[in-house]
């Protein structure tokens, strides 16, 4: 049986001062009409219903979570009393799946990705399903990149592994960090190089397998908690657990050490929404590459991403910025330092803002 585990954690930070401490970006209808969350879970349905998805999210964003996807029992919510990354939330998941279904097999989404050719990317979900049920692999996807993108991490592909199937399985050979301009430029034009989406295709028997090798700690904290997963008294034994582990991504704490880890490359028109720069892909543009949602006037103004649901935004003569505005707050940023709008957390909380994050 396949599962969809979808990891709705994260704050959003960089998309302030729309995502909030209460309605981080996952929760919010950001690249579309539909919340991210919601296009997620629409998406896998082909693949996986509704009956056995898993939504894994911050305790204080549980009820908006289930008054946005009605669909889901209760106990299809993982509650997480802090964040700990990636793996503690992957290994919650795959325990509790496991116990259901030694066979189980897990399709691991982020709530926050945008995939414009959702028939290939269902297509790669089943195929990649497929392989892992043969045999004891960990599938990572990789985007097939299109610019030499610095934002995001890479994946460098080896050997073509299971070459009868579409699309092909490739090993592993190195996970690399963002890396610089002329690096990414250089991972382009190599083609062997994937970016990292962070999506993951595996058994749960054969990623808690890993975790006991390579992060044994973590995974002894959620195995002992295992037996509480959907009584009354999982929050607490999920919190008493949550004390004990470390903060650590599946890539650092698993992908990179383990040697059943493939890749399989795909063109999804996929896009990892990350910041206010990254929707000038995903919006409609005009001609001048401004990027607009609500209503804006750009008067010889280009390239700039403007968020306006509020009041008219006229721009004059601007090049290369970010606008958002909201009832409480205005944000306004050069595109280049999109990443940078977290650092307004710290400096509005010492500044007396707390009630605006």
């Not at 397998?209 to 390579?214: I, M, P």
């Amino acid at each position: 049986m396949i599962y969809g585990v979808i990891m709705a954690g994260g704050s959003g930070t960089r998309f302030w001062p729309h995502s909030r401490r209460n309605r981080p970006k996952q929760l919010l209808s950001i690249a579309g009409q539909k919340t991210m969350i919601r296009v997620t879970v629409d998406r896998i349905t082909p693949v996986v219903p509704h009956d056995r998805i898993i939504v894994i999210a911050g305790s204080s964003h549980v009820e908006e979570i289930r008054r946005q996807l009605p669909e889901l029992n209760n106990d299809q919510i993982l509650a997480e009393p802090v964040g700990r990354n990636t793996a503690a939330c992957i290994a919650l998941a795959a325990y509790k799946l496991r116990a259901a279904d030694p066979e189980a097999i897990m399709l691991v989404l982020p709530a926050d990705h945008s995939i414009g050719k959702e028939r290939e990317f269902v297509a790669a979900l089943r195929a990649a399903a497929n392989a892992v049920a043969k045999e004891e692999y960990l599938v990572t996807f990789g985007i097939v990149p299109d610019r030499p993108e610095t934002g995001y991490g890479y994946i460098r592909i080896g050997d073509s592994r299971l070459t009868n199937m579409s699309p092909k399985l490739y090993k592993v050979e190195q996970f690399v960090e963002k890396p610089d301009l002329a690096t990414a430029a250089s991972c382009l034009a190599s083609r062997k190089y994937m970016w990292n989406s962070g999506m993951f295709v595996w058994k749960a028997a054969d990623i808690i397998k890993s975790l006991d090798t390579h992060l044994p700690r973590l995974s002894n904290a959620i195995k002992d908690i295992s037996g509480f997963l959907g009584t009354p008294d999982e929050g607490r034994a999920i919190s008493q657990a949550y004390e004990q582990i470390e903060a650590v991504s599946i890539d650092h704490g698993v992908m990179e050490k383990a040697d059943n880890v493939l890749c399989m490359p795909i063109d999804v028109d996929w896009n990892d929404l990350g910041t206010w720069d990254s929707l000038a892909r995903v919006w409609d543009s005009d001609s001048s590459g401004n990027a607009l949602r609500g209503r804006a006037v750009m008067v010889e103004s280009r390239d700039c991403v403007v968020s306006s649901p509020h009041k008219l935004a006229a721009l004059i003569g601007i090049a290369n910025l970010i606008v958002v505005d909201t009832p409480d707050a205005l944000m306004i940023c050069r595109r280049d330092r999109a990443q940078d709008v977290r650092k307004l957390h710290e400096i509005l909380k010492n500044q007396g803002y707390e009630h605006l994050l």
